[in-house]
């Protein structure tokens, strides 16, 4: 998974959770405020009832109704303030009602401390408390006193317009922060990874960027390295084990060969002269298996720079055509050329040339008479790319991953009639991956393969 794909789907759960939160905050905000208002209002209007009960209606009988109508009117003013008080009595006659109490319908006493919504004519709602009294007297008495709930609808109506407008924006402005935090936070883990795609076995020596932080990525840098390291311990003893196991072979191939070249001559009868001739051919084999692990295993090495030198990779490959073209003649191919001089690489010319020999030598090896041979050199980019196509036997999809492996070969039976140790292409792959290039190939059976090889360029002079 890619780290965009992870800073994404990060962000989209970030993003999810926060709105998740951020709308049970305005709802439970929104809820808790219209409580604690209309808790209020109500708590309100009830006292404004306890102090008519208190004030007015405890000395009811001496004063008279007409009395404590004229009192509530004068202290309360209902009318002026958009208020409703009704005082019933408990015979069910009304002592007083303010007029706003004409704008909807009162009828049906409420039961005490009980609060409840009207809706008035205009539209308008009107919250109205109610309680039952009981003077000292022994009277029992019901009052209602109601205040506009518009004070509240406005508060409310404004919160939600704040809600609505600013948490989006908050929201986007913390995903969006989040967002980048994250692109911040992943920065290091893109470069690990860059740097890591960069490490292959010929660059074991580099090492990952450390961010010197003491966090995890730093861990996790710190982790890769050490893995880097094992790995070129490991890589370098295998190296070394090849050095100095086809070193240790020349020396008795070189006398072994000497001693069967010396006896040749005079041997006899002709039977055993045939069998030395024979074991010589072997030992030539062998030895020259012997010398191409050596030089896999120097390239490895990195010894390859010694020879290094400036030349034309196109006039490199036609010559090289040119000279196998006899080989190719004889075997009913044909080989075409198609490379412009000038395109310039720095090498090693005798190792590029082995490249161009091997690639030329399957292609005429693995192509059945009347088949052709295309031979391209051109340059494309800072590239130099030298490609090898035929029309021959091809290689099976199964086997394609593997060509390049030491002592890999397709199958025995279809290699039978052809020498070969399966190294071929090892060295083609160590040659060019020690000129800081690669090979690869692509091929489909029975219709040919085309080997591609691409090198870096020489710098211009
Ligand atoms: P060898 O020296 O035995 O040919 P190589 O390493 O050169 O070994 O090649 C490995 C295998 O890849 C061979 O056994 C052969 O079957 C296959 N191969 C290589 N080049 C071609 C080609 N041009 N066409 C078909 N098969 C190929």
């Known amino acids: 998974m890619n780290t965009r794909s992870v800073r994404f789907r990060l962000t989209a759960w970030y993003a999810g959770l926060l709105a998740a939160v951020f709308v049970l905050f305005s ?20 006292r404004r009832t306890d102090q008519i009960a208190v004030s007015l209606l405890a000395n009811a009988e001496k004063t008279g109704d007409a ?55 205009d539209g308008s709602k009107l919250l109205v408390a109610a309680r039952t009294y009981q003077s000292p007297g022994g009277r029992s008495y019901i009052l209602e006193s109601g ?6 609808e406005i508060t409310l109506r404004r919160l939600l317009l704040l809600l609505v407008l600013g948490v989006p ?29 960069q490490i292959t076995l010929h660059n074991l020596n580099e090492r990952l960027p450390l961010t010197d932080t003491g966090d995890e990525l730093e861990q996790l840098s710190l982790a890769l390295n050490r893995m880097i390291d094992r790995l070129r311990e490991a890589f370098e003893q295998n190296r070394r084990f090849l050095a100095d196991a086809s070193h240790e072979l020349r020396t008795p191939l070189t ?11 005079d041997a006899q009868p002709a039977p055993v002269r045939d069998r030395i001739g024979s074991a010589l051919e072997e030992v030539d084999r062998l030895a020259k298996i012997v010398e191409t692990l050596f030089a896999i295993s120097r390239l490895e090495a990195g010894e390859a720079q010694r020879e290094w030198a400036r030349f034309d990779l196109a006039q490199l490959a036609t010559g090289t055509a040119e000279q196998m073209a006899l080989l190719a003649d004889d075997k009913g191919v044909a080989v075409e050329c198609d490379a412009a001089p000038g395109v310039n690489v720095e090498g090693d010319q005798a190792r590029i040339k082995q490249v161009v020999v091997n690639l030329l030598d399957n292609a005429i090896k693995y192509t059945p008479a009347g088949g052709s041979i295309r031979l391209r050199v051109h340059a494309l980019g800072q590239k130099a790319v030298m490609e090898v196509i035929d029309t021959g036997i091809g290689i099976p999809a199964t086997a394609l991953p593997h060509v390049f492996e030491r002592f890999f070969r397709v199958d025995e039976a279809r290699s039978r009639q052809v020498d070969g140790a399966g190294l071929g292409l090892a060295i083609v792959k160590s040659i060019c991956a020690a000129h800081g290039g690669l090979v690869e190939v692509d091929s489909a059976e029975q219709r040919g393969s085309r080997f591609r090889v691409e090198l870096p360029l020489a710098q211009k002079v």
């Open 67 to 121: 009395y404590v109508a004229d009192e509530i009117k004068a202290r309360y003013a209902p009318e002026n303030y958009d208020r409703f008080i009704r005082v019933t009595r408990g015979d069910g006659g009304v002592i007083y009602a303010s007029g706003r109490a004409a704008d909807f319908d009162p009828t049906g006493l409420p039961p005490s401390d009980h609060t409840r919504v009207a809706r008035l004519a």
């Open 255 to 265: 006398a072994l060969r000497g001693e069967l070249e010396s006896v040749l001559p």
């Open 147 to 152: 205040g506009p709930m518009q004070p509240i």
């Open 27 to 46: 709802v439970s905000t929104y809820q808790l405020l219209q409580h604690y208002l209309q808790h209020s209002l109500a708590d309100l209007l009830l």
């Open 169 to 197: 924006l908050v929201a986007g402005i913390a995903i969006l922060g989040g967002y980048f935090l994250l692109r911040r936070a992943l920065g290091p883990v893109v470069r690990i990874a860059q740097s890591a795609e």
